[in-house]
Each structure stands twice: as C-alpha cells, then as structure tokens.
C-alpha cells in the first residue's frame, strides 16, 4: 500500500491562503494521478481538485475555481494545494489521494489535516 503523508493543516483567517502538500512513501508520483478532497463537520467526504498523470490537465469543484490550485513538482516528489481566498466555508478536513490512472478509483488515501478558516 502506498503511503501518502500530508503536511499540517492549519488556522487562517478568511480571505488568506494557505498551501498544503503531500509526498509518497516509497514510491514516485509520476506514477499516479493525484486527487485532493475534503470533509466537513457533519458533511460527506468531496471532490477539491484533481491533476492528471501526466501533469497536463487538471480539474476543479465549481466552489474552489480561481480559488485553488493543484500542481505537482515530480523533481521534489510532492503535489500541492495552493488555497487562496480562503472562505469560512472551506473549514474541513482535507485528503490527499492517489490512483493508478487517470480513469481509476482513488486507491491511497492521506492521514487528513484540518484547515479551519476564521470569519
């Protein structure tokens, strides 16, 4: 099982940013396309951005569009959240995910880390 770790989370106050990132164990993320996701208090688990396996495409929930940005640098191994225009309705814990392809179900899953956005 691949092992996927996540950075900390954190507390932002709304209209900031804050980028989360996520690095593999044992095993190169150019060999999997990458996936963010979240859950909020009382809510079920959603899609946040995708990015394919090759790099080249990526997608977006209509809530964070022009918001967030996933990107992936193969040289340092880690994909990244960037978040900006943080809203109070971001608040959630966040997932990162990796599958085998791009069509594939989402296999690894991250441990979680909380972002609590402040009003």
């Known amino acids: 099982q691949v092992q996927l770790v996540e950075s900390a989370g954190g507390l932002v106050q709304a209209g900031g940013s804050l980028r989360l990132s996520c690095a593999p164990s044992g095993r190169t993320f150019k060999d999997y396309a990458m996936g963010w996701f979240r859950q909020a208090p009382g809510q079920e688990r959603e899609f946040v951005a995708a990015?394919?396996?090759?790099?080249?495409?990526?997608y977006y929930a209509d809530s964070v569009v022009g918001r967030f940005t996933i990107s992936k640098d193969n040289a340092k191994n880690t994909v990244y959240l960037q978040m900006n225009s943080l809203k109070p309705e971001d608040t959630a814990v966040y997932y990162c995910a990796a599958r085998d392809s791009d069509f594939d179900l989402y296999k690894y899953w991250g441990q979680g880390t909380q972002v609590t956005v402040s009003s």
């Open positions: 990015i394919s396996k090759s790099g080249d495409s990526t």
